[in-house]
């Protein structure tokens, strides 16, 4: 990894990854309902302070929108153990992320979602995006892209803390015993 990346634009950079990523996003999205599915997965939770929307906004900005731009300008290496071994923990951690979307999209809305992957992890959505964000620093060779995981989990916190919040007002008792028994994170 080198201090200052190579940028340029590209058929062979990073932006694979996110576009695979938002491809299968889509694809859900369009078979379970964008109005209703859609909706409900990009809904935002109610904020207590101005801390925690800023914080919470910064971290979906540099998720959403910011690592995916950047990876547009990221070279992959083909040839080096960096990328089979950043594709080898991205896949996985797509795979998984897939399965807790169709776990998210199969559980009706006035109940909380408490299968699958949600039996190990009450966020395993945001975690496993930082996991495959991990997969593509790797293979891309950037400490930019492994520098914004570790700045993420730190801005997500007050993300997670909101949509437990909203999830607690919405699903009251069963979701309190959800979180008694599932941990954050893992």
Same mark, same amino acid.
């Given at each position: 990894?080198?201090?200052?990346?190579?940028?340029?634009?590209?058929?062979?950079?990073?932006?694979?990854?996110? +576009?695979?990523?938002?491809?299968?996003? /889509?694809?859900?999205?369009?078979? *379970?309902?964008?109005?209703?599915?859609?909706?409900? /997965?990009?809904?935002?939770?109610?904020?207590?302070?101005?801390?925690?929307?800023?914080?919470?906004? +910064?971290?979906?900005?540099?998720?959403?929108?910011?690592?995916?731009?950047?990876?547009?300008? @990221?070279?992959?290496?083909?040839?080096?153990?960096?990328? *089979?071994?950043?594709? %080898?923990?991205? /896949?996985?951690?797509?795979? @998984?992320?897939?399965? %807790?979307?169709?776990?998210?999209?199969?559980?009706?809305?006035?109940?909380?979602?408490?299968?699958? @992957?949600?039996?190990?992890?009450?966020?395993?959505?945001?975690?496993?995006?930082?996991?495959?964000?991990?997969?593509?620093?790797?293979?891309?060779?950037?400490?930019?892209?492994? /520098? +914004?995981?570790?700045?993420?989990?730190?801005?997500?916190?007050?993300?997670?803390?909101?949509?437990?919040?909203?999830?607690?007002?919405? *699903?009251?008792?069963?979701?309190?015993?959800?979180?008694?028994?599932?941990?954050?994170?893992?």
């Amino acid at each position: 990894m080198s201090l200052l990346p190579e940028f340029q634009i590209g058929w062979w950079n990073g932006w694979w990854y996110p +576009a695979v990523f938002g491809l299968i996003n /889509l694809v859900l999205i369009v078979a *379970y309902g964008p109005r209703t599915f859609g909706k409900r /997965l990009i809904r935002l939770p109610h904020f207590t302070s101005r801390t925690e929307k800023i914080l919470s906004l +910064a971290s979906v900005f540099l998720f959403g929108r910011g690592m995916m731009i950047y990876s547009v300008f @990221v070279t992959m290496k083909w040839t080096t153990v960096w990328f *089979y071994l950043g594709t %080898a923990i991205f /896949l996985p951690g797509l795979i @998984v992320y897939t399965r %807790a979307i169709l776990n998210f999209a199969s559980t009706p809305s006035d109940i909380p979602v408490v299968n699958g @992957v949600y039996r190990y992890s009450r966020h395993p959505i945001q975690l496993l995006g930082i996991v495959m964000w991990i997969g593509v620093g790797i293979a891309t060779t950037s400490w930019v892209i492994l /520098l +914004a995981c570790g700045i993420q989990l730190i801005l997500s916190r007050p993300f997670l803390i909101a949509q437990e919040r909203f999830c607690l007002d919405t *699903y009251g008792e069963s979701y309190k015993e959800y979180m008694q028994k599932t941990p954050r994170y893992f």
